[in-house]
Structures are given as structure tokens and as C-alpha cells.
């Protein structure tokens, strides 16, 4: 059966590709946020896992004010990079795992989550600085991709129960696969930020660390979280930390929190990154 060795969940600013792409890791502003990711990088290594679903929103790749789904999930062979942002020149394509993501939605929709399917999928900084800060190091990412977006964008977002509650379903999917494989989960996003408006610039410190403590054994309390609370404490664009639940429901009631970080201010945004086993 499939076992879930863990979870992450790590902010994806858009400033960290550029960094990484113009090798500045040791740069004086970066480095402080690089080596915050050394210890995630090594346990990496040591689980070793062969697939990694990435919780994230879109940026207007796939899905616009148009067409917004509440979830999407890649059922995909491949799935390529697009539009980076920053003149960037976009990474190599990740492979992706067809009879996976196929188990995860027919086990997940006869569960009561409605999903859109995506056969084709564009991927952009949402999902690729997560692969990065851990892999880019790597010449060919090791492990299997499933994208799993989430609307941050349009309201009404789904509520910070709702999205545990996935994760909650995410979780058995995955534990039920009957193929031998280790999985990681990806719970990306925030922290605090914003970006227009008289709040541009706003970065709560005091509530991303209360955040990264309750989410350890007091999810209950973050799913309480109203849409305006979240906005009023963490920024328009810190509404994305409801995708964290989404990991965190998908590893069960208890957890062992195997290594943390926090970083102030990165591109105008709060930076946490924290590494989650199953207790």
C-alpha cells in the first residue's frame, strides 16, 4: 500500500525562482531563507519518496475569473512550466503518474469532493518554487507530480474546513493505493502578505508564527478562520495558508514537526517552511 512519509508546507513567492535562478543563494538578503531549507533537503533524501502532490493555486495559467474551479487535480503524463514571470527561461517538464491521480479522484468525488479533472495542466511559480528549493539542486527531479490547485483567487474561496476536510479525504485516497509507494505532500503558499491597495506591504510576523504553532495539534482552531479574519490578519494574497490544511488534514490527527523556519520579509512576504511526519 502507499504511505504517506510526510508533509510540507512552504511558502512559493515567485522572488525565490528568480534568486535561484541567479545563484544567490549566498547572497546576504537570501541566505538566511536558503539554509532554513537545508534540513528539509536532507530529509528528503532519507524518505526518499517516488511521488509528490503539490497543493497550490494557479496564477492565471489554466483557470482566469472566467472559468474558476473550487479544486482541480492533474491526471496527467507531463506537465510543463509556463510563464515564470521575471524573463526566466521556464524548467524542465515533470513526469507525472496517470493510474496515481486517477485512484486519488475516484476515490475522492464517491467521497463527496467534486474535483475538476485536468489531462493537461500548465504548472507556474505555485508549484515550481516548491520543486525547486528542494530538488533544482538535482540534473532531473526525482519523484512524480501530481498538481492538486486550489481557488485562492476568486471568492467565494473554499473555507479553511473545507479545505481540511479534503485533505482529510486526500489522505485515505492515497493511503488506500495498492501499489508500494512513498508519498510527500506539499502544502503551499503565504504567509502573511499583500500586494495592492493601502495594505501593500502588510506583513503579520506575530500571526504567521501563531499559524505555524496551531498547525501543528491545534488545526481545529485555524479551520475556524473566516475568509475576513484571514484577510484582516494575514493580507489579501494570505488567504493561500487554507491550502496548508489541505496537507495537514491529509496526515491525520498527530504529527512530529522534524524541522521548521521562518523568514521576514522575503519579496514583501512572510516565508515559513516547516517538514511534518505522522506521528
Aim: a negative charge.
Amino acid at each position: 500500500m502507499a504511505q504517506i512519509v510526510g508533509g510540507v508546507i512552504t511558502s512559493h513567492i515567485p522572488a525565490i525562482g528568480n534568486a535561484i535562478t541567479n545563484k544567490l543563494q549566498e547572497d546576504p538578503y537570501w541566505k538566511p531563507l536558503f539554509d532554513g531549507y537545508a534540513k528539509a533537503r536532507e530529509w528528503m533524501e532519507s524518505v526518499e519518496p517516488d511521488i509528490v502532490v503539490v497543493v497550490y493555486n494557479d496564477h492565471g495559467l489554466n483557470f482566469f475569473l472566467d472559468k474558476m474551479p473550487t479544486f482541480a487535480i492533474g491526471a496527467a503524463s507531463e506537465y510543463h512550466n509556463a510563464d515564470e514571470g521575471w524573463g526566466l527561461a521556464t524548467l524542465h517538464s515533470f513526469e507525472g503518474d496517470i493510474e496515481f491521480s486517477w485512484h486519488l479522484i475516484e476515490k475522492m468525488i464517491p467521497a463527496g469532493i467534486d474535483l475538476t479533472i485536468c489531462q493537461e495542466m500548465l504548472i507556474d511559480h505555485g508549484f515550481i518554487v516548491p520543486m525547486s528549493v528542494m530538488w533544482s539542486h538535482l540534473p532531473a527531479w526525482p519523484v512524480k507530480a501530481v498538481p492538486f490547485a486550489v481557488n485562492t483567487v476568486l471568492m467565494p474561496v473554499p473555507t479553511a474546513q473545507r479545505c481540511f476536510d479534503v485533505g482529510v479525504e486526500l489522505g485515505k485516497a492515497i493511503a488506500s493505493y495498492p501499489e508500494d509507494k512513498k508519498v510527500v505532500i506539499f502544502g503551499t503558499g503565504g504567509m502573511s502578505h499583500q500586494l495592492s491597495g493601502e495594505r501593500a506591504g502588510f506583513i503579520n510576523k506575530q500571526f504567521d508564527r501563531a499559524y505555524m504553532d496551531k498547525i501543528i495539534d491545534r488545526p481545529e482552531e485555524l479551520c475556524r478562520l473566516t475568509h475576513t479574519e484571514l484577510i484582516q490578519q494575514a493580507g489579501a494574497e494570505g488567504i493561500e495558508l487554507i491550502m496548508w490544511l489541505v496537507m495537514r488534514g491529509a496526515l491525520g490527527k498527530s504529527v512530529n514537526v522534524v524541522h521548521r523556519n521562518y523568514e521576514l520579509p522575503i519579496s514583501n512576504t512572510g516565508s515559513g517552511i516547516m517538514v511534518m511526519e505522522q506521528a
